[in-house]
Structures are given as C-alpha cells and as structure tokens.
C-alpha cells in the first residue's frame, strides 16, 4: 500500500511516499526548481517519488495533507478582525493568495495529480508529532512540537505510544518561540524562515552570560516564562500579527537601534543579542522538558518544529534535563511534516504496525552509474573512472588530506537541511585557511559561521564530548558538542569559537564509502575527521542532480568532484561562464 | 506584423492584470471596511478578543487543552 504525504504553501514544500509503512522516498521542491524554501505546490517531488517507485498516483491508496486549511484561514481572520484596522495592508497583500492557491489545495491536488479519491487533512502539529515519533526507535516517548505556527498552535506537548499519539496542551499564536527567534533574525538583518541558524551561529561570538549579557534582561521584558515553560509574548515588543514586518517600534528601541540592513557587518552589540537570544531560547525549552518530564515520566523524547532544528540546544538537552533519550528526524522543521502526514495515515489512522525506523536520510533522488557516465559523455566532460571502490576511497581521501577541496556526490539525496554525505563538500578540517578558502571560494557566506565536522559514530567519543552512547540525532548533524580540548588545535577549522562542533556522525551501514573515506583521511592526517558542508553556494538549495553538481563545481573554487565511481578535475574542464558570485546571496 | 501582434498581447496582458489588481484592491478593501471592521469594532464593543493578546502576571501556566487525538476517518476528509 502506497500513500503520499504533501506539505506545501508556507515555506520548504515537500512530498513523501509511504510503501508499506516504510518511507521510500522524500524530497523538498527546492532542490528541484532551485528556488530555495520553494513553496509552491510540490509537483517536481511527487513526481520524483512516483517514480522512483515506478507507479502512478493511480497507486496511490491515500493522500495527505500537513494542515488544516480552512482551520488556518480561521486564525489569519481572527489576526486581522483582532488588529482592525491595522491589518488593512497585510489583508490585501495576503488574502488573493489564499483564495487562489491556499484554501483550494483540494482542488489543486486533483487537478495537478489527476488524484479522483479523498485526500485527508492532518492538523500541522498532529504531523510534526507524528514525523518525530513514528519513525523514531521508541516504543513510547514524551513529544515536544515548537514552531513559528500552524492553524493556531505554536508549541504542543504529548505522548506517543505504539501506533497512537495524544497532544494534551498547546500554546497558541500569537505566542511563539519560533516567530520570536524569527523576529530576532529579522532584527539582525538576516532573512526570516532560512537565516535563524546564522542566528544560532552568530550567538557564541556573544555573551552567553546570564549575568553579563546587556540584552539577556532586556529580552527577558518581551517574554513572561512560567515555571512549566509556558510563556507568552509581551506583543508591544512585536508586529507580525498585523503586519509584513516582525519587531516593532519599541523591540527597536529596547535593543537600541534600527533594524539591521542586510549584509550589516556584525559587531559585538548584533553577537550579544543573538546570544541573549539563544539564552531565552533555551531557557524556555529546558523548562518545557523538565515539565515535561514531571508530566509523562517517561525517559526518552522526540522533538519536531523549526526550534527542533536548534543544535546547539539539542546538544545540551540530556544534560540539562531529566530525559535520557532524544530523537529528532533530520527534516525536522515544516519541511519535514509530509513524512509525518504519511506515517501517520499508515500507522495511526489505519492501525497498522509500525515497521520503519529512519536511519539514514539518504531518501531523495539517486542516480545510476550508467546515468551519470550519460551526463559526463553527453556534456563532453572530462574525467576518470575508479578502477575501485578501494581506490576510489584511497584516492578522495588524499586529495582532502593534501588540502583540496572536493565535491562529493553519492547515493540518494539527503532528506532535510543538511548535507550528510551524499551531497556533500569534503575538506581538511586541520588546514587553518581551510574555513576562509571554503567562503571565499566556494560558500561565499558570512565569516562568522562555522564549518561543521564529520566523524565516525566510533571515533565521536575520542575527538567530542558527546552524550554517551551518541544519540542517533547526532547521525543528522542536529547535536552540537564541545571539540575535547587537547583537539582543538588540530582541527581549527571545525571548531568554533565556543570551541564546539557541530558534528555529523556516521555509521559503515548508513554510507559505507563516506565512513572509509573517514578512516583513510585519519591515516593520512592522524584525524579521522573532515569539514562536511553542504554542496551549494549561498543563496542555492542544495545540488539534486549531476548537472546541478557539475554546475555548482565549475562556478566555484572546488578543485574536483567525485561523483559516483568518476573523477572530475575542475582545471581539466573548460570554465563555464556562469559565475556563482552572482547568485550568492541570503 | 508578428511583432506588432505580440506588443499587442503583451500590452493587453499588462492591461487586464491591472485591471485586476485594481478590482481586487476595491473589492478586498470593501471587504476588510464592511466585513472585517463592523465586526471587529462590534466585537470590541463587547469586549470579545478573537486572540489572547495580553499576558497575564498572575496565571500559573498558559498551557490550554488541546487533546488532540485520533477522530473518525471521516473528520480528516474535512479541511477544518
């Protein structure tokens, strides 16, 4: 039985397809049409997941929805007939696109899939819940859903057991962790729902002080915490709920100066009020999960929304609170939910036994060797051909020792926001110039955002100091840890200035050539670790296929590009014209 | 000749999509005065708040009910 799950018309639209309670395949549209964050209805990554089945939607026993429109709808009435007439604006620039597009998605999915059976509607935060739980390892967990919003909810907590999950209570909008980290962001000029991680980045340059931190108090005024972690916003301090724009007036004022413009070099006053951010940030959720905890007693927790995505408070949470086991999906903000939606009509609404564990996140498009050597001798591309996987290994992990910079292009597309090995740059993490090198040549993005780490689950413990045993979130790079100290020297460009990593571990079985390639590289250079960032330049959602890869290597400083059992050298290829300084943007 | 039918096209397409964005405005401000403001003012009249917009120092949780739970299949054909 197959059954399709969508998400769509907000931001990182996405499909997945269910075969028999296992996920086979799932895909952002972005990576598609290259828009990144693309929203529009997600017809390239449905098409994708049909096909890669070899079926049509005819197949299809069951479509699904990540929301409730018309539930939505309801609270962005609600917005506007709460903030008359101040709203006047924001009604007219958001009500066609409702009419049109958002309130017939029925009609839509219909029409575009040709789709002739019901198709069912599952609250935001039903499907959050059920895309962290469902496809966790737990039998039973507490579950914890933070985002900006969905109909009306804005963070849930429940409990998850078998094939059933229970939400008990929420917090509704306007009140929002989320639409208050997004604010923030805003704040510092940085674009809101895709820069809230430079956010996270930004903070360890700051203060992260309770005490000292000039912002952390002033922060703390627009947000009243309650010992169980439910809070609300002071709404003086924001304009969301009634305009185009996040902080208001008075936001301004308490952090004492106007909205930063974009690209705004960041000083120490734009640091320490990220890192008072941060610290409100985590504070909330610390005091959530140890409700939490008291509520359900139960030792392991699964989390989902945008704030799940936080890593550097992920890291802390087995330290900072009672729970004992965390799991978290790779694709774990909106994004995410259409595996939620799936897994859901499969397990819960059908009762049927959960039989999936999301292990690796290798679950969008892959290509053959024979599709790839097709692109390379139809584009007249020059290359080499890897007599073996022994020498393939041999030959990439010298090149990253010797401090080149190599694209890595494997397996099946990485589901979620992170590169994890399949779509992924490679680079020695012990080559100080290697951070600048990769910005200045290749990511083009701001200088204060770290590179993250990559290392074997079985060297984690040696070189970080993880959770013991390594939760399994830390395979999707959502754990940041602190770099062992006598390290840190070795592997400068890994190590931010905090002295923490964000570091990805890997498994032989999730991706065996990436796992050798580690092993060798440590032969070479005495660590078995390499800077793993995603294959794309600013601005680009990461590369899908073999010309996006090809693409992105020519435009850039990348010196060569393995690609399934093929060499490419960017010195023996003519340079393309295309130029990705241009595209380098937010 | 070609040229002068594709200008003329082009033209025409600018022209309606004008047009619509103005009865869109007049339409949709029509809407937000009549529907959306004698409501809202009606409602603030009375005292009725469609969100919780004040936070209240004395409450010991802002946490509400949500028990949100498997329903019947039929209820998730529905889009609220």
């Not at chain 1, 017939?104 to 499907?127: C, D, E, P, S, W």
């Amino acid at each position: 039985m197959y059954v399709l799950g969508i998400s769509c018309y907000y931001h990182d639209s996405s499909a997945a397809l269910l075969k028999d309670g296992v996920i086979v395949a799932a895909a952002e549209e972005e990576r598609f049409t290259r828009k990144k964050h693309d929203s529009s209805f997600p017809l390239n990554a449905i098409t994708y997941c049909l096909k890669s089945q070899g079926i049509t939607i005819k197949d299809v026993a069951h479509v699904g929805f990540y929301e409730k429109p018309f539930l939505k709808f309801e609270r962005v009435l609600s917005q506007h007939l709460e903030m008359f007439p101040k709203s006047f604006k924001t009604f007219l620039s958001s009500t066609p696109s409702w009419l049109n597009e958002k309130l017939r998605v029925l009609r839509t999915i219909r029409k575009k899939l040709k789709y002739t059976r019901g198709v069912m509607f599952i609250q935001h935060h039903m499907a959050h819940a059920a895309s962290t739980f469902l496809p966790s390892p737990y039998e039973k967990a507490a579950i914890l859903t933070i985002d900006g919003v969905g109909e009306w909810t804005t963070t849930a907590w429940g409990v998850g057991e078998g094939n059933n999950i229970v939400l008990h209570e929420d917090i509704r909008f306007p009140h929002s962790i989320g639409l208050l980290y997004s604010t923030i962001t805003a704040y510092l000029g940085f674009s809101v729902n895709n820069s809230e991680y430079k956010v996270m980045g930004l903070a360890p340059y700051g203060d992260m002080n309770r005490e000292t931190n000039p912002f952390y108090k002033k922060l703390r005024k627009v947000i009243d915490i309650k010992e169980d972690g439910s809070f609300r916003l002071d709404l003086s301090y924001f304009i969301f709920h009634y305009a185009d724009r996040m902080p208001s007036k008075k936001m301004c004022k308490l952090l004492g100066g106007p909205i930063a413009k974009r690209d705004t070099t960041m000083t120490k006053r734009h640091q320490d009020i990220a890192a008072a951010l941060q610290l409100v940030t985590e504070e909330v959720i610390t005091k959530l999960l140890i409700s939490l905890h008291k509520k359900t007693k139960l030792d392991s927790v699964v989390l989902a929304g945008g704030v799940a995505l936080n890593s550097v408070y992920n890291g802390k949470i087995l330290r900072s609170t009672p729970f004992k086991n965390i799991w978290v999906q790779p694709n774990a903000s909106d994004g995410g939910t259409s595996i939620g939606v799936a897994l859901y009509i499969y397990n819960t609404l059908l009762n049927k036994k959960r039989v999936y564990h999301l292990h690796d996140a290798y679950l969008g498009p892959s290509y053959t060797t024979a599709q790839v050597k097709r692109f390379l001798d139809k584009n007249k591309i020059n290359y080499t051909t890897f007599a073996s996987d022994k020498e393939l290994v041999e030959t990439t992990a010298k090149l990253v020792a010797t401090n080149h910079v190599v694209g890595w292009f494997q397996k099946g597309m990485e589901w979620g926001p992170r590169a994890l090995g399949a779509r992924s740059i490679l680079a020695s993490p012990c080559n100080p110039e290697a951070k600048e090198l990769l910005n200045e040549k290749v990511k083009h993005r701001e200088k204060f955002r770290p590179f993250a780490p990559v290392v074997c689950e079985d060297d984690a413990l040696t070189y970080f100091e993880s959770d013991k045993p390594v939760p399994e979130p830390t395979d999707f790079m959502l754990m940041v840890y602190p770099v062992v100290k006598k390290w840190r020297t070795a592997i400068p460009s890994v190590t931010h200035v905090d002295g923490s990593g964000r570091l990805q571990t890997i498994r032989r079985a999730q991706n065996p050539l990436y796992y050798d390639i580690l092993k060798a590289f440590g032969k070479h250079t005495g660590v078995p670790i390499m800077i793993n960032t995603s294959f794309n330049i600013r601005g680009e959602p990461i590369v899908c296929s073999p010309y996006d890869a090809y693409k992105c290597m020519m435009g850039t400083g990348i010196d060569y590009l393995v690609m399934d059992k093929f060499l490419i050298k960017r010195d023996d290829n003519p340079q393309d014209k295309w130029d990705s300084e241009q595209y380098a943007k937010d | 000749m070609k040229s002068f039918l594709l200008g003329f096209k082009k033209g025409f397409k600018l022209f309606s999509e004008n047009i619509a964005l103005i009865v869109n405005v007049v339409l949709l401000t029509f809407v937000y005065v009549i529907g959306i403001g004698i409501t809202s003012l009606v409602a603030k009249l009375f005292g009725k708040h469609f969100m919780a917009m004040r936070l209240d120092k004395k409450k010991k949780t802002y946490w509400e009910k949500l028990e949100l739970k498997k329903e019947s299949m039929d209820s998730y054909y529905r889009q609220f």
